[in-house]
């Protein structure tokens, strides 16, 4: 019964493999609130450059037997995230099912790293269905592998395609201008970004009562302005007030987390996964972690040691964190060694390498 709905949905897709494949069709499976669109933008950019293509979203609670059909008869078909549906869904041959994953690298275990049995059955059931799963990395494969309970020779190292934006031409100083206007802050100030990830225990969500704010802007406050950024689970986990004061600005709000991290001179976090991301840019990382011993114990972990992997300094305390900035003590030389490990190639051209390997039939 617990996966009726899925088996269900499923039974309904396969009903249209009757239909041949249109080989100029390409779909893409998404949210209705587009979460986690960036990869599938850029390999739509990147086939659009080769010729010409048919290009179908395909929304998963938006069902129609027009979608079905669009979708059940592509060439390719490309995912972002989860869609348990994909382990009763049959293909036929010729379409190619790739798994881009939204996120880069490989920090803390999710998936089949930490599923209980069912749901370990269930993602390889999705495996099966799916012929390729893209990473950033060859060094991170074992990892992916168990996550999505994948065979290995279905793992392809080559690169996250929204990372291309990076090696794109952008307007910096304009970007921060509108932020800085929009948010009511000095743009001649340098920006401080504090992205702190989500607990399961409430107290440790309260991050204010961890970092002294006054003190953290009497001392940095003339060189830099502190602009936070929340997970969206936070709030329903949180006992303060979390608004926007003179203090700091709250731009848990900004829609592109890409332009946040280009405009940023510093980032402070502690255990998100945006650090992967923030360090190829390769500017300075503080993990602000005044409840490791907790979260080690509490969380799913990691794969790999934090204390000696994370590519930046380890402060525990509001007083370290503030000083480490105010002494410019970053710790950088560990970022070099963590993006090798992240990523084999950071160069602005995987879209071009996930679609030439794919119109070069795997090759």
């Known amino acids: 019964m617990k996966y009726l709905k899925h088996k269900l949905y499923g039974s309904l897709f396969n009903l249209f493999k009757i239909f041949p494949v249109s080989e100029n069709r390409i779909s893409f499976i998404i949210d209705s609130n587009e979460s986690f669109k960036g990869n599938l933008d850029y390999i ?3 086939f659009e450059r ?3 293509f048919e290009f179908n979203f395909f929304y998963k609670d938006k069902l129609s037997l027009g979608s079905f059909k669009k979708l059940a008869t592509s060439q390719y ?3 972002n995230d989860n869609f348990f549906p994909m382990a009763f869904m049959s293909f036929k041959n010729q379409a190619k099912v790739v798994q881009l994953w939204h996120a880069p690298g490989a920090s803390k275990k999710f998936g089949g790293s930490v599923a209980s049995p069912d749901e370990l059955e269930m993602l390889s059931k999705i495996s099966d269905n799916t012929d390729y799963l893209i990473t950033s990395s060859k060094r991170i494969e074992d990892y992916y592998a168990e996550a999505f309970q994948i065979d290995k020779s279905k793992i392809k190292a080559l690169g996250l395609p929204r990372l291309d934006y990076y090696f794109e031409n952008h307007d910096l100083d304009k970007i921060k201008s509108e932020f800085c206007k929009r948010y009511g802050c000095d743009s001649n100030k340098k920006i401080i970004l504090y992205a702190p990830t989500f607990r399961d225990e409430r107290k440790y969500n309260n991050i204010f009562d961890y970092l002294d704010l006054k003190s953290f802007n009497e001392i940095l406050g003339k060189e ?8 969206p689970k936070i709030r329903d986990f949180y ?3 979390i608004e926007s004061s003179e203090d700091y600005v709250d731009c848990s709000d900004y829609e592109s987390e890409q332009e946040l991290m280009m405009i940023s001179d510093v980032l402070i976090t502690d255990y998100s996964s945006i ?3 923030f360090a ?3 500017k300075p990382i503080l993990f602000f972690i005044y409840d490791l011993e907790n979260y080690l114990a509490t969380e799913r972990g990691f794969y790999y040691d934090f204390k000696t992997t994370v590519p930046g300094k380890l402060v525990y ?5 503030t000083d480490a900035i105010k002494n410019k003590d970053f710790d950088k030389d560990r970022l070099s060694s963590f993006t090798k490990t992240q990523f084999d190639e950071i160069d602005g051209q995987s879209s071009k390498r996930v679609v030439d390997f794919l119109l070069n039939r795997g090759r």
């Open 44 to 46: 739509k950019k990147e």
């Open 280 to 282: 190829i840019l390769n």
């Open 317 to 321: 305390t509001s007083e370290e964190l």
């Open 50 to 52: 080769r010729g010409n």
């Open 239 to 241: 006992d303060g007030n």
């Open 224 to 231: 830099y302005v502190l602009a936070l950024r929340l997970h």
């Open 77 to 79: 078909v490309f995912l």
């Open 275 to 277: 650090m992967i991301e």
